[in-house]
């Protein structure tokens, strides 16, 4: 059993930056890729981000460079770096813990956090 808590949202202006963290607990990170996911009001949740262990990243195609995941395998913990951020990343993202990145991309997760707000004012 692995248990994720996000943390680091909050309300930030257009084209601000702001880091989420991912804290996994019960298993090694090594164990799992790391995807990260976001829900927007009245929408579908979708695929954000995903590496593996070893750091390999792969990402959707709105991220456009802007968004950077990375992992800390000492502290068990991974993050996503978000960059010129807009209105419409305005979501509650979540981290989740995978089988391999290709899952993650089809939003196959074995284990989810319980998410954290991300607010964007324009």
């Known amino acids: 059993q692995v248990q994720l808590v996000e943390s680091g949202g909050g309300l930030v202006q257009a084209g601000e930056s702001l880091t989420l963290s991912c804290a996994a607990s019960g298993r090694p990170l090594t164990s799992y890729a790391m995807g990260w996911f976001r829900q927007a009001p009245g929408k579908e949740r979708e695929f954000v981000g995903a590496?593996?262990?070893?750091?390999?990243?792969t990402y959707a195609d709105f991220v456009q460079c802007r968004f950077t995941a990375s992992r800390d395998l000492a502290k068990d913990t991974v993050y996503l770096q978000m960059n010129s951020l807009t209105s419409e990343d305005t979501a509650v993202y979540y981290c989740?813990?995978?089988?391999?990145?290709?899952?993650?991309?089809?939003?196959?997760?074995?284990?989810w956090g319980q998410g954290t707000q991300v607010t964007v004012s324009s």
């Open positions: 590496l593996t262990w070893a750091g390999a990243d």
């Open positions: 989740a813990a995978g089988r391999n990145t290709q899952a993650l991309r089809q939003g196959e997760a074995r284990y």
